[in-house]
């Protein structure tokens, strides 16, 4: 008899779970009562929170003993607060975020690129381990609730210093090579320190800028890392700088594009257009007339106060120190 399970939140990520957990024998039901198990996967914090804790959420409708399962990059407290609900509720709650390994790669969510960190009680875990084996090629416990989430952030904080430094250096070098011509036409760009680094440059360099992996969920995962030092009353400079720097490339419409595209911020306004991206609108969105990265004015967005724009419903946009 086939088992069900309920999905809310990101499609890519929904199709991805359905394929996958088909082969355990689920079927995918929209009724969450009658779900064994239930998955989310969400790009805004306030979907999240939405998701299980409204009137008509996943925490009303479960039923009890339903096995709870968070892939969405969030923070400890609100790990911690999930599963101190689902406690209480009846429900088990594991928190398992998912790590994409190459997030150049047009099909990440292949599950040899795929991590899953696992979080929560030895039974709960036990329960989840089939249908996170399933999903991602490699599950890596941490221990209690909240941990996962905090290796999440971590692994977050570090990725995105690797990527923004790499298309920094990459733009340093290709800028320098047009404009001193003694360099030449045969020199090569810059090398990469880090495999991740290597990966968005080998993007960049064949002009690959879209996948299933994409920069609004980059920003996610970094809002999330943020929100979490937030919660303990921390700054961290590089990462909010790196949050502008991504929150200027979904204003002028690359939410959608893979992370390499975060290239295109440092290129010519004629190569954005070609991929969709228009700067106008960062006109409209921060009051200036911007042509390319060198007019953006970070002087107006410094402060500790990653609240994203209007019309991006990441973490970030509920996230202010």
Same mark, same amino acid.
């Given at each position: 008899m086939a088992k069900a399970f309920a999905y809310v939140g990101n499609e890519t990520v929904g199709s991805m779970v359905e394929e996958r957990l088909g082969a355990l024998g689920y079927v995918r039901?929209?009724?969450?009562?009658?779900?064994?198990?239930?998955?989310?996967?969400?790009?805004?914090?306030?979907?999240?929170?939405?998701?299980?804790?409204?009137?008509?959420?996943?925490?009303q409708a479960a039923r009890k003993g339903?096995?709870?399962?968070?892939?969405?990059?969030?923070?400890?407290?609100?790990?911690?607060?999930?599963?101190?609900v689902a406690v209480v509720s009846d429900l088990v709650s594991v928190e398992a975020p998912l790590v994409v390994v190459?997030?150049?790669?047009?099909?990440?969510?292949?599950?040899?690129?795929l991590v899953c960190l696992a979080a929560g009680d030895e039974d709960a875990l036990e329960s989840a381990r089939p249908v996170l084996e399933a999903l991602a090629g490699e599950v890596q416990d941490t221990g209690g609730s909240g941990s996962a989430q905090l290796a999440r952030a971590a692994y977050t904080l570090q990725a995105t210093a690797q990527v923004?430094?790499?298309?920094?250096a990459d733009a340093l070098y290709r800028a320098v090579r047009r404009s001193a011509s003694a360099f030449g036409q045969d020199v090569e760009r810059v090398g990469a320190a880090t495999p991740t680094a290597e990966r968005? =440059?080998? /993007? #960049?360099? @064949? &002009?690959?800028?879209?996948?299933?992996?994409?920069?609004?969920?980059?920003?996610? +995962?970094?809002?999330?890392a943020l929100t979490a030092a937030d919660d303990v009353d921390l700054i961290l400079p590089?990462?909010?700088?790196?949050?502008?720097?991504?929150? =200027?490339? /979904? #204003?002028? @419409? &690359?939410?959608?594009?893979?992370?390499?595209?975060?290239?295109?911020?440092?290129? +010519?306004?004629?190569?954005c257009a070609e991929?969709?991206?228009?700067?106008?609108?960062?006109?409209?969105?921060?009051?200036?007339?911007?042509?390319?990265f060198d007019d953006y004015d970070f002087d107006e967005h410094d402060g500790h106060d990653h609240g994203g724009y209007s019309d991006y419903p990441g973490y970030g946009a509920y996230s202010v120190n």
């Open positions: 039901t929209g009724d969450v009562g009658s779900a064994s198990a239930v998955l989310s996967y969400c790009t805004s914090q306030t979907a999240l929170e939405d998701a299980y804790f409204d009137e008509d959420g996943l925490v339903t096995l709870l399962i968070d892939l969405s990059p969030s923070t400890p407290s609100f790990a911690r607060e999930l599963n101190a190459d997030i150049a790669r047009a099909d990440a969510f292949d599950r040899g690129n923004a430094s790499a298309v920094e968005v =440059l080998d /993007a #960049v360099k @064949g &002009g690959r800028f879209d996948g299933d992996y994409t920069v609004e969920m980059f920003m996610a +995962e970094l809002s999330a590089q990462a909010e700088a790196c949050l502008h720097l991504l929150e =200027l490339l /979904a #204003v002028i @419409g &690359g939410s959608d594009k893979a992370p390499s595209a975060l290239a295109l911020v440092y290129g +010519e306004e004629a190569v991929q969709g991206l228009d700067w106008t609108r960062a006109e409209e969105a921060y009051g200036e007339a911007d042509e390319g």
